[in-house]
């Protein structure tokens, strides 16, 4: 570097220190994107601009990556760290060539792994965003996203500095570009190229498509043939003027459509950012990366996150943002369309959508079209497929109806791929936590209004940790080329299709979009302190019993993860026993031998929400530990033929995701860990339990207790009758596990909740042990009773028996 140059960088530092504020996307490339220190780095920018080059060292100085104005030496040369793919705009030239100093470093990077086989460069797209402004469908996007001249640059820098980031991309092998295409000056050019078509699509990713013009958005979708054919349809049958239609189909557009404001989401940024601050001490965010590549590759992104909150919405979006992406349309419940939350929300992307759209036609063809507009434009969705917040802490069976109009949209004839990206949201403290056990108590839900935001605000305080993993994408395209071949015949630009496919293929999509999201899950301080202590039968441990089961619980997750996309502190057990403590959540009492922690009687049920929101983590680990508990040993044949016979049920209730063949392979690794702690042990083909750590493993047994005690309800009332209807079936269900958890102190408000029973009897249904008229089998169903009575205490079968004795009396 010259000494003038040098000193131009020095001078140009001076502002930008000042003005601009950067964040990185990812925060911690080497560890995300897998950057080899050992190895040389080369920086590749998308425009000339010296501004942009001294902010990416900063943000490369902070996260501990090369400096870019380091000379990079190498074969006895000194070549610059850094090349710029486009000239840029100049005040008077709008030509945009790629620089011929760029192609000559190229040129002589390929030279170089010519002469030296071992050599291997990385090179890194790095690329800084100062305004993430779409524009319109009328306006250009703002140049704050392409190319920009000195004075364009300048009041970028002025207004817009401190809400700049820095984009890292995976790094590409020179050595690989060099043993695949060459080393010619052709390759310099084609890596240019696609360069710039890089930048281009990361620039699409991190903005998104122009936003419409709401009035011009409404008269398009009145001109549509489907809105059109159904207002001509509907004036017709009502014998009123077709003027006076038309004005209700506008006014449910204006009920329903966002009005997506780029600035509010910049404003609402900081105010989130300082809201989180508050309320949360870190978010914890995994998988990421994928999210981006999706973007950035062109795919029709669905948001599909599990629903625990109404912070739940901003939550997503803030991290959308933080993150790199677009913040999604978010279809939200029209109760949620109240002054002033409502206009800020529809803002921020929401579109509201009414509870149900029976017996509406022009109402439901309204929404169908404004839903297939934001996937023909390109804007990213979300929504909430389980329809409502859950109560209990675990996943809600899936309403298909939106699942149903996206496929519905791609028979439209959308041209590209439609992705659902599953999410899970956890938190150590859910805002709305004791309203959900009061209204499962029969208590009724409250209605949103404004006081209910200002009582939100005035309880601000710190809570705990929050948790956003992304799963597995799943790709729809595929899914119906797999589920439907001929969906593709299908397709019509103007009817809603619903041929014979459809329902069973978007209730199977949801199913597994809901286990994906499960598989997501995010293990935490409070829900692991929370499954230990609800565990003991009087919800109290000391403090070493705690840290001991708690590092049971982490070994055992870190050993045999449950899924590649779920997550697990990183903490000690002491740690994380310390910062559940820190929550306020437990009883601390000490005494001579040391400290006990426990639940009161309100707490431990509402504690059971989260441990709820993890159960499935270790039900067949507290399957495994629930047999040895009730006997001393056990074949690894009858282990294996009661986890398969019992899995099913689980499967069906708490979304996991194991198919025969991962499940033996699961439940082999289980066994192999709880031997490697001492739980348990291994001689030739028994399993033997530990008797010095019976305690522990009764406290992992008991993780699945309660959920076998439904099972042995719900069975022992088809064997007393057989062909009891599934009303009466779910009523006295219902009323007898109300009996059995005040007699037993089961604290736990889903015990009698009659969904997970609805969800039962379907599942017995399809498993076999009901028939068509949805009778028992007797014979299946007195098999399965007896082997979940083999995993229950003596007491609680007398009493299930003793109450339906009593309820037939």
């Known amino acids: 570097m010259s000494a003038c140059q040098s000193i131009y960088h020095k001078l140009l530092n001076l502002p930008l220190s000042v003005l601009v504020k950067t964040i990185s996307?990812?925060?911690?490339?080497?560890?995300?994107?897998?950057?080899?220190?050992?190895?040389?780095?080369?920086?590749?920018?998308?425009?000339?601009?010296?501004?942009?080059?001294?902010?990416?060292?900063?943000?490369?100085?902070?996260?501990?990556?090369?400096?870019?104005?380091?000379?990079?030496?190498?074969?006895?040369?000194?070549?610059?760290?850094?090349?710029?793919?486009?000239?840029?705009?100049?005040?008077?030239?709008?030509?945009?060539?790629?620089?011929?100093?760029?192609?000559?470093?190229?040129?002589?990077?390929?030279?170089?792994?010519?002469?030296?086989?071992?050599?291997?460069?990385?090179?890194?797209?790095?690329?800084?965003?100062?305004?993430?402004?779409?524009?319109?469908?009328?306006?250009?996007?703002?140049?704050?996203?392409?190319?920009?001249?000195?004075?364009?640059?300048?009041?970028?820098?002025?207004?817009?500095?401190?809400?700049?980031?820095?984009?890292?991309?995976?790094?590409?092998?020179?050595?690989?570009?060099?043993?695949?295409?060459?080393?010619?000056?052709?390759?310099?050019?084609?890596?240019?190229?696609?360069?710039?078509?890089?930048?281009?699509?990361?620039?699409?990713?991190?903005?998104?498509?122009?936003?419409?013009?709401?009035?011009?958005?409404?008269?398009?979708?009145?001109?549509?043939?489907?809105?059109?054919?159904?207002?001509?349809?509907?004036?017709?049958?009502r014998d009123v003027p077709v003027e006076k239609v038309r004005k209700e189909a506008i006014d449910m557009m204006e009920e329903i459509a966002a009005d997506f404001s780029p600035s509010l989401i910049r404003y609402g940024d900081r105010v989130l950012t300082w809201l989180w601050n508050k309320l949360y001490q870190g978010i914890n965010v995994s998988n990421s990366e994928r999210v981006r590549k999706l973007a950035q590759d062109g795919h029709e992104i669905v948001y599909v996150p599990c629903h625990r909150s109404h912070m739940d919405y901003l939550l997503l979006s803030y991290i959308l943002y933080k993150e790199g992406l677009v913040p999604p349309h978010i279809a939200a419940g029209v109760n949620l369309n109240f002054f002033p939350a409502g206009p800020i929300f529809r803002r921020g992307g929401a579109f509201f959508l009414r509870r149900t759209f029976k017996g509406n036609r022009l109402y439901s063809t309204v929404f169908r079209e404004y839903l297939a507009e934001l996937f023909a434009k390109g804007y990213s969705v979300e929504y909430f497929s389980e329809g409502g917040r859950s109560r209990t802490g675990r996943l809600l069976p899936a309403k298909t109806g939106m699942l149903a109009m996206t496929i519905q949209a791609?028979?439209?004839?959308?041209?590209?791929?439609?992705?659902?990206?599953?999410?899970?949201?956890?938190y150590e403290h859910v805002m709305e936590v004791s309203t959900y056990a009061k209204e499962l108590q029969g208590e009724r839900k409250e209605k949103e209004n404004f006081g209910q935001v200002l009582g939100i605000v005035r309880k601000l305080r710190n809570y705990g940790k929050g948790y956003v993993n992304f799963g597995e994408p799943i790709q729809v395209n595929h899914f119906l080329n797999e589920k439907a071949p001929t969906w593709h015949q299908d397709?019509?630009?103007?009817?809603?299709?619903?041929?014979?496919?459809?329902?069973?293929?978007?209730?199977?999509?949801?199913?597994?979009?809901?286990?994906?999201?499960?598989?997501?899950?995010?293990?935490?301080?409070?829900?692991?302190?929370?499954?230990?202590?609800?565990?003991?039968?009087?919800?109290?441990?000391?403090?070493?019993?705690?840290?001991?089961?708690?590092?049971?619980?982490?070994?055992?997750?870190?050993?045999?993860?449950?899924?590649?996309?779920?997550?697990?502190?990183?903490?000690?057990?002491?740690?994380?026993?310390?910062?559940?403590?820190?929550?306020?959540?437990?009883?601390?009492?000490?005494?001579?031998?040391?400290?006990?922690?426990?639940?009161?009687?309100?707490?431990?049920?509402?504690?059971?929400?989260?441990?709820?929101?993890?159960?499935?983590?270790?039900?067949?680990?507290?399957?495994?530990?629930?047999?040895?508990?009730?006997?001393?040993?056990?074949?690894?044949?009858?282990?294996?033929?009661?986890?398969?016979?019992l899995y099913p049920l689980l499967k069906a209730e708490l979304y996991m995701s194991f198919d025969d063949a991962a499940l033996e392979s699961y439940l082999d690794a289980v066994v192999v860990e709880l031997n490697r702690q001492g739980l348990l042990t291994v001689d030739g083909d028994m399993l033997h339990r530990n008797p010095a750590k019976l305690t522990q493993l009764q406290l992992l047994g008991r993780t699945i207790a309660e959920t076998l005690q439904r099972y042995a309800i719900t069975l022992t009332l088809f064997c007393h009758e057989s062909d009891v209807s599934r009303t009466d079936l779910e009523q006295q269900s219902q009323m007898m596990a109300q009996r059995l958890s005040r007699l037993h102190g089961i604290n736990a408000p889903e015990f009698f909740d009659k969904g997970v029973f609805s969800t039962l009897v379907t599942t017995l249904r399809e498993t076999g042990y009901l028939n068509d008229d949805e009778h028992a089998r007797t014979e299946q169903i007195e098999a399965l009773l007896e082997c979940i009575f083999g995993l229950i205490s003596p007491e609680v079968q007398l009493t299930i028996q003793a109450i339906l004795n009593q309820s037939a009396e």
């Not at 425009?47 to 990079?72: A, M, V, Y």
């Not at 122009?210 to 043939?225: E, I, T, V, Y």
């Not at 982490?554 to 590649?564: I, T």
Request: aromatic share 6%; glycine share 4%; charged share 20%.
């Open 410 to 426: 791609m028979l439209r004839g959308l041209k590209r791929p439609v992705t659902l990206v599953p999410v899970y949201i956890g």
């Open 491 to 645: 397709i019509d630009p103007i009817e809603p299709q619903r041929p014979n496919w459809l329902n069973p293929v978007v209730n199977e999509l949801a199913d597994r979009m809901m286990t994906k999201i499960n598989d997501a899950a995010a293990a935490n301080a409070l829900t692991l302190c929370a499954t230990a202590l609800l565990a003991s039968r009087q919800r109290a441990l000391s403090r070493e019993a705690l840290e001991d089961q708690l590092n049971i619980y982490l070994e055992l997750l870190r050993a045999v993860p449950y899924s590649s996309t779920s997550t697990v502190p990183e903490d000690s057990a002491q740690e994380l026993v310390e910062h559940a403590i820190s929550l306020n959540k437990f009883v601390v009492e000490k005494d001579s031998l040391g400290d006990v922690i426990s639940l009161d009687r309100q707490q431990a049920i509402l504690m059971t929400y989260y441990r709820n929101n993890i159960i499935h983590l270790f039900a067949i680990p507290s399957l495994v530990a629930q047999m040895l508990v009730f006997k001393s040993s056990v074949s690894r044949d009858a282990l294996k033929s009661t986890v398969k016979q």
């Open 25 to 237: 996307i990812p925060s911690d490339p080497v560890a995300q994107l897998g950057f080899d220190l050992n190895r040389p780095i080369v920086y590749v920018l998308p425009f000339r601009s010296h501004s942009d080059l001294l902010t990416l060292r900063s943000s490369c100085l902070q996260l501990g990556l090369p400096d870019p104005l380091e000379p990079l030496e190498l074969g006895g040369k000194s070549l610059p760290r850094y090349v710029f793919i486009s000239q840029g705009k100049r005040m008077f030239n709008n030509s945009d060539p790629v620089p011929f100093e760029s192609i000559e470093v190229f040129s002589e990077l390929l030279e170089l792994h010519k002469r030296d086989s071992e050599l291997d460069i990385q090179l890194v797209p790095a690329s800084v965003v100062w305004d993430r402004n779409p524009g319109n469908e009328s306006r250009p996007a703002t140049p704050a996203l392409t190319a920009m001249n000195g004075v364009q640059k300048c009041f970028t820098i002025l207004t817009l500095g401190r809400d700049s980031m820095v984009r890292f991309s995976n790094a590409v092998s020179l050595r690989y570009m060099a043993d695949k295409h060459g080393t010619d000056t052709t390759i310099a050019n084609k890596l240019a190229r696609v360069a710039k078509i890089h930048f281009s699509r990361q620039k699409m990713a991190a903005s998104g498509p122009g936003l419409p013009n709401r009035q011009a958005l409404f008269k398009r979708l009145l001109a549509s043939k489907a809105i059109d054919k159904v207002v001509q349809e509907e004036a017709e049958s």
